[in-house]
């Protein structure tokens, strides 16, 4: 990201942030609400245009070519964004055949079985819990073993069992040679040994730590 | 068999993904609906109701029938569905699922495209139990392959402008009002094109008086569902 500004009217919710995420890396943006870390996430995520700057991800100019960057993102921001009448299964293979994977059905089986989600793959979302809406979203997120994986607070509403396996994910990935951002509000992941930390302050990036 | 017999061209690929791509977003609309059916009873249920009351006001005889039965049906049509993509966007809205649309790597034409199809699909059938209802109440014989046609061609027209639309007002806290103030203006064309084939056709009067009109219905069709496609990237795209 290139000095990316974001403005909704008058109020600039992000001021000129510079961020460059490694390959391989783990990078945590901590904030309070507010600070403009989940816009930051949108931005990253092509959801939401930024009103100024430039961002690219591995190389490709994400304003101009913003479906060729989506093949390289996954993301799972606050809200689940699944169809709460379709099944845990329909709404993993309606993403799988969005991203044009090989056999859609056997990587909805191999993610559902990494997030334990096996038992639930016949059952409506709107059906589920919190937590299990969020692996669900995890699930999606990571389908296309895409190289940057953007999470917006992913801790929130997740129990025990759900954070440990989201942490092996994230680890998964910074083994494998891709990227992991992070946006949190809560200490825990800053804790858990990131690549570099930020800190989201009025729509202003400040390095928090680098390890 | 020549060498390259098995050599898929880059081309074909292409369409075939595409044609999956919209097959699965079109399914995913299909699936929704034969589950809640919301959208299609709403339709069906609101034009039957406007035009059972009008049937019950006017009390349509012969002339009368004739006279207004064509802007009854089409009104009642295009007023229903509105409320219809109503409630197509709360499913949309729902957990903000559009947005797992707007996270994939796909062109946004190809979701437009898949989401019109599947509002084209429900619009075309409550339209053909609208129109029973309407030849039930009126006493009026509308299965004219001319009336048909139009009909085709409103539920294209009305599902594209109304796809656009519904899109455009995601993000409005007042969707409800905004949607028809939206839409009714800008299908006005179609809507009088299809109220002017019905009168034509039911008044016994042959294809060519219906001719313009269909004509117009075409090129509304051409002209909104590409411009449709074109915004649709930038309205989703906030």
């Known amino acids: 990201m290139n000095a990316v500004t974001k403005r909704f009217g008058a109020a600039t919710v992000l001021d000129k942030v510079d961020l460059a995420v490694a390959a391989g890396s783990f990078t945590v943006i901590r904030g309070a609400n507010g600070s403009g870390k989940s816009t930051l996430l949108r931005i990253a995520a092509t959801l939401t245009s930024p009103t100024e700057g430039q961002i690219s991800i591995n190389g490709v100019n994400a304003l101009r070519h913003s479906a060729d960057a989506r093949r390289k993102i996954g993301a799972v921001m606050h809200s689940p964004m ?23 059905q056997d990587r909805v089986e191999a993610v559902a079985s990494r997030l334990q989600l096996e038992a639930r793959l016949d059952e409506r979302v709107r059906g589920l819990s919190h937590g299990y809406r969020k692996r669900v979203a995890i699930a999606r997120s990571i389908i296309h073993t895409p190289n940057l994986l953007l999470l917006d607070e992913p801790e929130t509403g997740l129990d025990e069992s759900s954070l440990e396996v989201m942490l092996q994910i994230v680890e998964e990935w910074r083994s494998r040679g891709r990227s992991v951002l992070m946006a949190t509000h809560g200490a825990d992941f800053a804790t858990r040994a990131p690549d570099a930390a930020y800190t989201m302050n009025a729509g202003r990036l400040e390095h928090f730590e680098s390890s | 068999m020549p ?18 791509i919209i097959w699965a977003l079109t399914l995913k609309e299909l699936r929704i609906e034969s589950r809640n059916r919301d959208v299609a009873v709403a339709i069906v249920m609101f034009a039957s109701l406007v035009i059972a009351i009008f049937a019950i006001a006017i009390e349509p005889n012969a002339r009368t029938a004739l006279e207004t039965g064509p802007g009854v049906l089409w009104a009642a049509i295009t007023f229903a569905g509105v409320v219809g993509m109503t409630r197509a966007t709360s499913h949309e809205l729902e957990n903000d699922a559009v947005g797992a649309l707007m996270l994939a790597p796909v062109s946004r034409d190809l979701v437009f495209i898949g989401k019109s199809l599947g509002s084209f699909v429900f619009l075309t059938i409550a339209m053909l139990i609208v129109f029973v209802v309407f030849a039930f109440m009126f006493n009026l014989s509308i299965f004219h392959a001319e009336i048909l046609l139009v009909a085709l061609l409103a539920a294209i027209g009305f599902a594209s402008v109304g796809t656009l639309f519904s899109s455009l007002t995601f993000r409005v806290r007042a969707r409800e009002v905004l949607l028809p103030m939206l839409f009714l203006p800008t299908v006005a064309p179609l809507l009088f094109a299809a109220i002017r084939v019905t009168s034509v056709s039911v008044a016994g009067e042959t294809w060519s008086a219906s001719l313009p009109w269909i004509q117009l219905a075409v090129v509304y069709d051409v002209v909104f569902v590409t411009a449709s496609a074109l915004l649709f990237g930038y309205v989703l795209d906030d």
Not at chain 1, 82 to 104: G, H, I, K, M, W
């Open chain 2, 3 to 20: 060498a390259d017999w098995n050599t898929s061209n880059p081309v074909d690929v292409r369409l075939t993904a595409s044609l999956s």
């Open chain 1, 82 to 104: 699944l169809y709460s009448d379709l099944t845990v299964r329909e709404n993993l293979a309606l993403f799988a055949t969005l991203c044009q994977l090989e056999n859609p």
